[in-house]
């Protein structure tokens, strides 16, 4: 259950966005993104997120998901607050907004709208005058929950944004950028947002520098050089690979049962087009927590950092 909000959610959903962009980044077709959606489907896999600055990602995944019953989903999409141009979106911008979204995405009513990659600088305005429409619409049924999405390639590596949204209470669900590097979300966001009752949705468990070996090392290396880790915290050849003899099936696998097995977190995206690194994604947050010794050893080594690492 993803909070308040009454959807129901499987624990890994699928993402459309991140380096692949649901496969256009390689010239991927329609029936390949159908056949990943439809593997997703059969593993289970029942929350797909995208969002309108995707690309085609809307129209792609309405084809991908074309004759699979509404009910079976639930669907996540988002709108950026400001325009091309820079400038804040009006109130019926983000109407208009909305119903594009509707029309790319084949349906008359979207899970969770989310407001994409929130800067604190511009939460008050967004919560005065967005926030009104969102909660219009979600009264009349055109949205189910109002979602918030950070920036988390951005410059806010200590949650401002999703703190001033904590703050209105008024959101039902979040997006935070979370994983074994970069944990400061443990700290306040999401003992808040469990508090709250605030469903929790994590990006960017395993991206880029987790994603590789030689990244990670070369990230470990920069960090034990400017002091950030002690010379002895892990060491300087696959330097998560004790996590694999802790009983995961790979660095990769291990990172996503850190982040699915915290208590507040619904659903973990993964933003895969390969079939095969979706079941073994699958089978990563199906395995349960990670021991509670490799946990506790990876907050240990990595708690303190707040350098917004893994984007």
């Known amino acids: 259950m993803l909070g308040r909000s009454g959807l129901r959610v ?5 993402g459309t966005g991140g380096a692949n962009v649901f496969g256009q980044a390689r010239g991927a077709g329609p029936d390949e993104a159908r056949a990943l959606v439809r593997a997703a489907l059969d593993l289970g896999v029942d929350s797909f997120d995208t969002a309108a600055g995707y690309g085609d990602s809307e129209l792609r995944l309405a084809t991908a998901l074309a004759g699979v019953p509404r009910r079976d989903y639930t669907l996540a999409t988002k709108y950026h607050p ?28 979207i899970d969770i709208y989310q407001v994409h990659a929130l800067r604190a600088a511009d939460g008050d305005r967004v919560v005065e005058t967005h926030l009104p429409v969102l909660e219009r619409a979600r009264d009349a049924g055109t949205i189910r929950a109002i979602g918030v ?24 669900v979040l ?17 808040r947002a469990r508090a709250g009752g605030i469903g929790v949705v994590v990006m960017a468990a395993v991206r880029r520098v987790l994603a590789s070996r030689v990244a990670l090392e070369t990230q470990v290396a920069e960090l034990k050089a400017s002091g950030a880790l002690a010379a002895d915290a892990v060491p300087d050849s696959d330097p998560l690979g004790w996590l694999v003899d802790g009983g995961s099936t790979s660095v990769q696998a291990a990172c996503y049962r850190y982040v699915a097995g915290q208590p507040a977190v619904g659903t973990v995206l993964t933003g895969t087009f390969d079939p095969a690194h979706l079941t ?25 950092l707040d350098m917004g690492l893994g984007r």
Request: cysteine-free; hydrophobic content about 40%; overall charge negative.
């Open 10 to 14: 499987s624990l890994l959903g699928l």
């Open 82 to 109: 400001r325009s091309p141009d820079g400038t804040l979106l009006t109130p019926a911008e983000v109407r208009t907004a909305l119903e594009h979204s509707l029309r790319r995405l084949g349906t008359d009513v």
């Open 149 to 172: 999405t950070e920036s988390f390639a951005g410059d806010d590596p200590g949650h401002q944004a999703l703190s001033l949204a904590l703050d209105d209470g008024r959101f039902d």
């Open 175 to 191: 997006m935070v950028g979370y994983n074994v590097l970069h944990q400061t979300a443990e700290r306040d966001i999401l003992p």
């Open 280 to 304: 073994e994604n699958a089978a990563a947050v199906s395995a349960g927590p990670l021991p509670a010794a490799d946990e506790a050893r990876l907050q240990a080594i990595f708690g303190h």
